[in-house]
């Protein structure tokens, strides 16, 4: 059976739980326009699933709780876990901005036949001391790096789903295996999957010209852990 996931963003103003499915429900966006609800089949860095979800973090503008769920997580897996349906109950953002935004990237996708430009900006977990810089994943099939920090497993909990045998580049090489799901990386960290799960994160626009100093400050002393969660899939 397939594993379906989506992403939950939770703080004392937001309550938000969507898959694609309600993406596309709630938002009335054209059918089947923002693909499956499988981890391999949407969770891309420039998939509309995953687009969104920097979006609202920016909206939001402060500290929240992202988690990656899958439908086959147990009801305690996360400290807060919203109904799998729940979708778009609570916000502080006026969420017909986030169908502007998603219709807009896929306009230009449609009529000019390109991929729309990634959101750039740094995600920060001051619990962890560490961010990600966004400009890192922005070419290629990337695997969203905040669905692998914050899913419940590292396991695949169903088909179409990550599993963490499939960055293992040295067993891959003793079995001298012609599959491979995922570029080598011989940086990427596989203890890293799952270390943001029910941890405050922030998104930090990138504004080259004019950075905050509080963002400066943690640009300097948080480490970055960007290269050590970038997967490129081949495919």
Not at 57 to 66: A, E, F, M, N, Y
Not at 82 to 95: H, I, Q
Not at 162 to 190: G, I, P, T
């Amino acid at each position: 059976m397939g594993a379906y996931y989506g992403y939950q963003v939770v703080n004392k103003e937001n309550e938000i739980n969507y898959s694609t499915f309600n993406l596309e429900t709630k938002l009335r966006l054209e059918k089947f326009s923002v693909g499956g609800m499988k981890f391999l089949e949407s969770f891309y860095e420039k998939n509309p699933i995953t687009q969104a979800l920097y979006f609202i973090l920016k909206k939001i503008g402060t500290p929240v709780v992202v988690n990656t769920i899958c439908d086959y997580d147990k009801e305690d897996t996360f400290k807060k876990q919203l109904s799998w349906d729940s979708g778009f109950e609570k916000t502080s953002f006026d969420v017909k901005e986030l169908g502007k935004f998603i219709r807009a990237k896929q306009k230009i996708e449609k009529e000019y036949n390109l991929t729309s430009n990634s959101m750039l900006g740094y995600i920060v977990c001051d619990s962890k001391k560490q961010y990600i810089d966004l400009y890192n994943f922005s070419n290629g099939m990337v695997i969203s790096p905040l669905a692998l920090l914050t899913r419940s497993s590292e396991t695949s909990q169903g088909g179409g789903d990550f599993d963490v045998s499939d960055v293992d580049w040295k067993k891959l090489r003793e079995e001298n295996s012609n599959y491979r799901e995922f570029q080598e990386n011989l940086e990427f960290d596989k203890t890293l999957i799952s270390s943001w799960v029910d941890l405050e994160i922030q998104f930090y626009e990138d504004d080259f010209h004019n950075p905050s100093e509080e963002l400066q400050k943690k640009l300097k002393e948080y480490e970055n852990i960007s290269k050590k969660i970038l997967l490129i899939s081949r495919y």
